[in-house]
């Protein structure tokens, strides 16, 4: 009459560690197959692959750190550079306009 008690009891027990070691080595093959993911389907395949893969990661990550520090640079200088400038606080009314 004990019997699925300890069925259940064995499953969750071994289902938790299974689960757990099954976790951890996901992680660690998936961590470490990305590399290699990508040297045996992009890098090796073919040198078409490889440049495209290299071109297209300069033109993502470039726009990504201009816009980045573009945008540290506006918040740390705003109002001191030229095109914050607002110039019709400057323009006289005896300015002749030729």
């Not at 110039?87 to 009314?93: A, D, H, L, V």
């Amino acid at each position: 009459h004990n019997f699925p008690f300890v069925v259940k009891m064995f499953a969750t027990r071994f289902g938790a560690r299974v689960q757990k070691q099954a976790v951890a080595q996901f992680a660690s093959r998936s961590a470490s197959s990305l590399p290699t993911t990508l040297y045996q389907n992009v890098w090796r395949k073919s040198n078409v692959l490889y440049i495209t893969y290299v071109a297209t990661g300069c033109l993502v990550l470039g726009s990504i750190y201009g816009s980045v520090v573009s945008f540290i640079w506006e918040a740390n200088n705003r109002g001191k550079l030229y095109h914050h400038i607002d110039w019709t606080k400057f323009k006289s009314e005896d300015d002749d306009e030729e």
